[in-house]
């Protein structure tokens, strides 16, 4: 009896091929069984029933940009684009005067110029881009928008209004609170504990309480405490409000990020004599952010659509212009209200899935392969 | 590589080296306990370690030798005693950890390699941010002790791409950046698939022959035999027993020292 011993090693051979082609894909994707078959077929069905009035709505009998407001008017008429079309500058300037428009505007094409190169990996002078983009943009923004110097027509923040106001809420938000959120999260982790008391305190407290409670206060119940003839701006107030709210979330992502990070990353670091903002900079805090980049892309997202609370105490965000604009009887229509809320909602829905989708980019290539 | 005769004979030369140059304390442990909660889990621990010596802690699981070597650069805090390295002694003054952390380099069980750089850029980290040492100048260094480890082309790559004897070897080459006085080895082939442990530990015993001062807790024996000076054994959080290597298996005294010897020589 002798064991077997290989005399010829095995080639590597390419896989077999599957078969493919549309019916054997169906059959085995939607027709596979019984159940499978049923529900296929009840989902098609919902679709016929479903697509074609809210085609027929949105595009089909639609009234086009440039229509009149009488075609709105007739009797089973779509979306009233027309409406909206006449009132967009209202949704993205809001109040701000007309003559002015290429402030804000300088402000769009500024912050896409120097976004979008910050936001694609291969560009270089990453650096510089940054310091343009959360140092100078802000500045530049300020003074371009508020006015005031340099010749510029003084525009209150009382007049700022629609997209661009929420997209100033949204991303002062959303980059504020990333570093906040940071050193909290730290704080939260630290073995001092008047630090850790601190923001474990404030953590809690912000959590705690809804948003719309938080903009309530600070706006009615903030200058009730200041002495007499103080006035903080009320957009400012409004963003002081956003960001620490939304850093009180940031800080709770980050934690469970910093907590997936294996003490033996901790313990590496030290004995190389790193010290401890070095470990967390280095090594700790680019893997935990990584972990949870799609926790804090959850939270930029439910940022971006919480902005539109901004307008209960009175600022005009993208969402607050569109509802003001639905008392506009010189559009009255029966559709006009709807359409402008789709416009809304499109509006909403490109920005957050844009965001969805680069979160998605990064987590990919960020990946380098590890899985321990 | 040399064989292992060769370097016995090497080690010999050494030892007599050593007993003439023996005025360089790196490590002295003095009456050193430590808790973790009530349990106490090392108990009057007295070691002196030489400049240029190489020592292996043995010992069955839990006999607290991995803490050991960890309070040699304060991973883990003692709680009574002294522990003194390089001639700084461990307090929780933060500023004298650093500074002991520099000059003791620490490779691990599992690498702990920084898994999102690039080797080169683990091997660079440090030198750079802790040193001050300029990039390019750092990765001048870094690239030759990944020739020393054998391992030069792999520089570009991360950690996740590389086999866990090579994940090994760069962090002995990380912690060899820093040009540390010291080495410590906390079982650094226990993680280690059977055939990918003789890499390691060949990168080992070349360091050794370099007179690096080593302190490895391994259960390899064969490598205990081959280069170490001393051998360490403990056991319920104490030293048991401590003798060159070949009184240590020849002639082992205390009865639970047989006993592991019995259990892992075959």
């Known amino acids: ?372 | 590589m040399s064989d292992i005769s060769s370097t016995v004979v090497d080690r010999d030369i050494d030892r007599q080296r050593m007993t003439v140059s023996q005025t360089d304390v790196a490590v002295e442990i003095i009456g050193m306990h430590k808790w973790y909660g009530d349990f106490h889990v090392l108990r009057d621990i007295n070691l002196k370690v030489m400049r240029g010596e190489r020592i292996v802690i043995a010992g069955p699981s839990g006999s607290g030798k991995s803490t050991l070597i960890r309070c040699i650069n304060r991973l883990e805090e003692h709680q009574q005693g002294q522990i003194i390295v390089n001639g700084t002694e461990l307090t929780s003054d933060l500023k004298r950890v650093d500074e002991v952390r520099r000059e003791v380099g620490m490779v691990f069980q599992h690498f702990n390699l920084f898994p999102h750089l690039t080797i080169l850029q683990n091997l660079t980290l440090a030198p750079i941010w802790v040193r001050g040492i300029p990039k390019v100048q750092a990765e001048e260094t870094a690239m030759m002790y990944l020739e020393r480890v054998k391992i030069p082309e792999q520089a570009a790559k991360f950690p996740g791409q590389l086999s866990g004897g090579q994940q090994q070897r760069v962090a002995i080459a990380r912690s060899l950046c820093m040009n540390p006085q010291i080495m410590l080895f906390d079982e650094p082939t226990s993680a280690l698939d059977p055939e990918m442990v003789k890499e390691v530990l060949e990168v080992m015993i070349s360091l050794a022959e370099s007179g690096m001062t080593m302190l490895c807790v391994t259960h390899e024996m064969g490598f205990a035999r081959q280069v170490a000076n001393r051998v360490i054994f403990m056991d319920q959080g104490q030293i048991i027993e401590e003798n060159e290597p070949d009184a240590f298996f020849s002639n082992p005294q205390h009865e639970r020292t047989k006993l592991f010897l019995s259990q892992i020589l075959h």
């Not at chain 1, 428009?101 to 990996?121: E, K, T």
């Not at chain 1, 003490?263 to 790193?274: D, F, I, K, N, V």
């Not at chain 1, 604009?325 to 509006?347: C, E, R, V």
Request: aromatic fraction near 14%; glycine fraction near 8%; charge should be positive.
């Open chain 1, 1 to 372: 009896m002798t064991g077997f011993v290989r005399t010829e090693l095995e080639e590597a051979r390419p896989a077999p091929r599957r078969a493919s082609g549309f019916l054997l894909w169906a059959r085995k994707n939607l027709f596979s069984n019984i159940t499978d078959s049923v529900l296929t077929v009840l989902g098609i069905l919902f679709l016929l029933w479903a697509v074609p009035p809210l085609f027929n709505f949105v595009l089909g009998h639609a009234v086009l940009p440039g229509g009149t407001v009488e075609e709105c008017r007739a009797p089973g008429a779509g979306a009233c684009w027309a409406y909206v079309a006449a009132r967009v500058n209202f949704f993205i300037y809001g109040f701000y005067p007309v003559d002015e428009y290429w402030r804000p505007n300088l402000v769009f094409a500024l912050g896409a110029v120097l976004l979008i190169p910050l936001l694609m990996p291969k560009v270089p002078f990453k650096r510089t881009n940054a310091l343009l983009f959360f140092i100078v943009l802000p500045i530049v923004t300020y003074f371009l928008l508020n006015g005031g110097v340099f010749g510029l027509r003084k525009v209150p923040t009382e007049q700022w209004g629609g997209l661009l106001v929420t997209l100033i809420i949204s991303l002062v938000g959303i980059f504020c609170s990333i570093p906040i959120g940071i050193l909290l999260a730290l704080g939260r982790q630290s073995k001092m504990p008047v630090i850790k008391t601190l923001c474990v305190m404030f953590i809690e407290l912000w959590r705690a309480v809804p948003l719309i409670t938080v903009l309530f206060m600070a706006s009615i119940m903030l200058p009730l405490f200041l002495p007499q003839g103080t006035t903080i701006d009320k957009l400012l107030r409004a963003l002081v409000g956003v960001t620490l709210f939304s850093s009180a979330y940031m800080a709770e992502v980050i934690r469970g990020g910093l907590q997936a990070i294996p003490r033996g990353q901790y313990e590496a670091g030290a004995s190389l004599g790193l010290g401890y903002w070095q470990r967390m900079g280095f090594i700790v805090l680019p893997q935990a952010i990584k972990h949870v980049i799609p926790g804090i892309v959850n939270n930029f997202i439910s940022l971006f659509k919480d902005t539109s609370l901004v307008s209960i105490v009175g600022i005009f965000d993208l969402l607050n212009t569109i509802q003001a604009a639905t008392s506009d009887t010189n559009w009255f229509s029966p559709t006009q209200a709807i359409t402008g809320y789709l416009f809304a909602a499109a509006i909403y829905w490109i920005f957050c899935f844009s965001m969805s989708r680069y979160s998605m980019y990064m987590e990919r290539r960020l990946d380098t392969g590890h899985k321990r």
